[in-house]
């Protein structure tokens, strides 16, 4: 059964570092989301993506973010200068198409920062 | 902005027992979703909802789109100790629109 990918599983920084966090989505996709969650918190969205552009952003999702599909099969977050509270678990999510079909979500990123 | 209010926090049950959880939100969703995390995972889509007083079961698992659009119950029947986890809801608005959350039902079960 096709199933979001993300990499790395875990990812530990130094405060003001940039990370990249990667995702591959399932490959008919065309919707693809970044959503985080904070240790024992509920998840929070940050960005969704439609046609090569940012269609819809929360305001968490400031200027430290951007989000990019370079080659038509990876889906990138970046954060250009980490800082401690954007620690939490990053999960790429896609969706085929709007209407009936839903999200369907990967296994996350762990990011430390310290 | 939107919130769900998803009750209880916690239930803690005995193995065999029924499960009943809900949402409720102040705006319409015209999607409703339920999903199981376990620790350390992605939350794993349990039953989507697309029409209002829908009513849609996967297993032991039931739901329901309320007929006012803001709220939905998730009910396990015969609940069993690989039920443990923590259960969100999360409804949609618009066809492009991101997930709103609910803050989670964590479930305990005792075998």
């Known amino acids: 059964e096709p199933e979001v990918t993300q990499t790395p599983s875990h990812q530990v920084t130094q405060m003001g570092q940039e990370v990249i966090l990667r995702c591959v989505p399932i490959?008919?996709?065309?919707?693809f989301y970044w959503y985080r969650q904070i240790l024992g918190q509920k998840v929070e969205f940050l960005v969704s993506?439609?046609?090569?552009?940012?269609?819809?952003k929360s305001e968490i999702f400031d200027d430290q973010f951007s989000v990019e599909r370079p080659d038509g099969s990876n889906f990138t977050l970046k954060i250009r200068s980490t800082k401690l509270e954007d620690s939490a678990m990053y999960f790429c999510?896609?969706?085929?198409?709007?209407?009936?079909?839903?999200?369907?979500f990967g296994p996350g990123t762990r990011l430390l920062v310290l | 902005g939107q919130q769900l209010n998803q009750s209880p926090q916690s239930m803690f049950i005995q193995e065999g027992e029924d499960v009943s959880m809900n949402c409720t939100s102040s705006?319409?969703?015209?999607?409703w979703l339920w999903y199981k995390q376990d620790p350390g995972e992605g939350p794993v889509l349990l039953i989507a909802?697309?029409?209002?007083?829908e009513l849609t079961s996967n297993g032991r698992l039931t739901a329901q789109f309320g007929i006012t659009r803001k709220d939905s119950f998730l009910n396990i029947s015969a609940s069993i100790p690989s039920d443990v986890g923590i259960y969100f809801c999360?409804?949609?608005?618009?066809?492009?629109?991101?997930?709103?959350f609910g803050k989670g039902t964590k479930l305990s079960v005792k075998p």
């Open positions: 999510a896609s969706r085929a198409s709007p209407g009936r079909e839903t999200q369907y």
């Open positions: 490959s008919n996709h065309l919707y």
């Open positions: 993506f439609y046609n090569n552009e940012i269609s819809e």
């Open positions: 705006s319409i969703f015209n999607t």
């Open positions: 909802l697309y029409k209002a007083g």
């Open positions: 999360a409804g949609r608005s618009g066809s492009q629109g991101n997930l709103i």
